[in-house]
């Protein structure tokens, strides 16, 4: 079993910058990839980026959010994070970290572990 703690949402204006903390407790963190999703109101969870376990953790990213968002990790801390920079409000949501046994993935049902996400509103 693995819980997952997010934290760092909040409030910024368009263009601005945040850093979204997932921490973890249970079984060896660095054993499992670890993935980010969000979720608008009135739309699906959708995949934004994921990062593998094993070292040199390879990364992936959504379209929308390349160039702007890096995912990372920092297993001694048992923690991944994702620097979100030049938002858009149109990131604005509930950003939700997950994680899994084996591969990264961008499939949401590949997911076993589920954090209880953190608001993230952008202001235009």
């Known amino acids: 079993q693995v819980q997952l703690v997010e934290s760092g949402g909040g409030l910024v204006q368009a263009g601005g910058s945040l850093r979204l903390s997932c921490a973890a407790s249970?079984?060896?963190?660095?054993?499992?990839?670890v993935g980010w999703f969000r979720q608008a109101p009135g739309k699906e969870r959708e995949f934004v980026a994921a990062?593998?376990?094993?070292?040199?953790?390879?990364?992936s990213y959504t379209d929308s959010v390349k160039g702007r968002f890096t995912i990372s990790r920092d297993n001694a801390k048992s923690t991944a994070y994702l620097q979100m920079n030049s938002l858009k409000p149109e990131d604005a949501a509930v950003y939700y970290c997950a994680a899994k046994w084996g591969p990264a993935s961008g499939r949401r049902r590949d997911f076993d572990y589920w954090g209880q996400g953190t608001q993230v509103t952008v202001s235009s």
């Open positions: 249970g079984r060896t963190f660095g054993n499992y990839a």
């Open positions: 990062i593998s376990w094993m070292l040199g953790s390879s990364t």
